[in-house]
DNA sequence: GAAGCTAAGTTAACACTGTTCACATGATGC
DNA sequence: GCATCATGTGAACAGTGTTAACTTAGCTTC
């Protein structure tokens, strides 16, 4: 509150991340460079360190800002009257964002952490930290179950875990979007036709999952 | 035929993809090293190139050994006796290599051109690529195609495109397990009631796209 | 105002990486 | 015997992430 200014001049910092989100864009995270991203703010490779912990801390704080583009696009979608309809949006928004900024989906929810950070730990390790507590936590999840929720509350959903629900769907959603970006999907045509692919396996989804 | 041993020693070769897909199991694409392979064959970096045009040549090879383990599971589900049996048993070996190899599965599924490779072109330019042509050789699509088309003629999938049909039974499947090993899926709690609840749901699907 | 502390930057170095080049060498074919 | 060619080598180059020692500007506190 009244503690001055503690982080005045952090303008580097936020040009630091706002210069890696461009690198990252660019050339993916195999070409992505700590020097490079150094290098067009105008610092040395070093002067990253007094702000990142490292390589993998600003490739991470790139991230939490693609995040946070995530979230501008899932919240229009609250906008909608009703359940269904903020539903269907929800799911039609989450394509477009997937579609719009094809990296940053991919980079969001087909990237694993090992992809990412250099460091592998065996799955158990991610599943015991994830589980439970911090899934709770996982922003797009949560609002995914708000939806299902209120849809049963609507009626139109049957009565059920929502959690277990909206893995199901979500899952559908992502699956197709993921096939999509990583091209093994080539049949289904240009971008308009697999929009309508989505949405009719929306509907279809919905329908199946009410009474 | 009757050429002499035109590869004679290209024991050296196998070693590498070898070495190749060691390196990488253990450490993912950020830690894969082509020095590192060379060095437990016992080669210098230099000689790598011998044999591959380069880092992403050598990751290739390795990556197409994966795929042909990924297809020992596959076929094992065409043992099973009715279409429906091995429509179901597909949808297990399916899970059983993604479980058992998540990292095969991740490299195959889950990461693109991209971001194996450092060249990054556009979207447009994998889907022009990858579109219609390429994609019918894709020997999962085909696989999957086999079995809807086999369903849809014993009666117990609705006539359609079989295409179509597999697009969304793939996706499906194929987001559950992304989302399950991405670390997105935490509430779902152990790998056996993971298991349950993609097996109901494929069941689900099946029975929805049925008559 | 002088002294001291801290955040933010520097340069230099280290141990890596992928890639290329000029060179050795051992087997093969004529 | 001699040339060819695949297969290997070592040295070098440019680039990477990371660390350490050093400077410097700004703020706090006597």
Same mark, same amino acid.
């Given at each position: 509150?009244?503690?001055? /200014? ?9 040009? =630091? ?14 070409? &992505?460079? =700590?020097?490079?991203? @150094? ?6 490779? /070093? ?7 490292? +390589? ?6 790139? %991230? ?12 229009? @979608?609250?906008?909608? !009257? ?26 969001? &929810? ?19 930290? +994830? ?19 209120? %849809?049963?509350?609507?009626?139109? =959903? ?5 959690? +277990?629900? /909206? ?21 289904? !045509?240009?971008?308009?036709?697999? @929009? ?16």
């Amino acid at each position: 509150m009244g503690r001055p /200014a503690q982080h005045a001049s952090d303008d580097t910092r936020s040009r =630091l991340v706002a210069a890696a989100r461009d690198v990252f864009l660019e050339g993916g995270v195999a070409n &992505f460079s =700590l020097r490079e991203v @150094a290098r067009r703010v105008g610092v040395s490779a /070093a002067g990253v360190y007094r702000h990142f912990d490292g +390589k993998d801390a600003l490739v991470d704080a790139a %991230c939490a800002q693609g995040f946070a583009v995530f979230s501008s696009y899932l919240v229009r @979608a609250l906008g909608a !009257g009703t359940p269904r309809e903020r539903m269907l949006t929800s799911a039609d928004q989450y394509l477009r964002f997937a579609l719009e900024n094809p990296r940053d989906y991919r980079f969001i &929810f087909m990237s694993t952490a090992e992809d990412i950070h250099r460091s592998a730990p065996s799955l158990p390790a991610r599943a015991g930290r +994830k589980d439970l507590a911090a899934m709770a936590e996982d922003p797009t999840f949560r609002f995914l179950v708000d939806r299902v929720r209120e %849809c049963m509350a609507a009626g139109m =959903l049957d009565e059920g875990l929502p959690e +277990k629900i /909206a893995v199901l769907i979500w899952s559908h959603l992502h699956g197709l979007i993921s096939l999509r970006l990583s091209g093994h999907l080539g049949p289904v !045509g240009d971008e308009a036709s697999f @929009a309508a692919l989505y949405r009719e396996s929306v509907e279809r989804m919905l329908q199946s999952l009410g009474s």
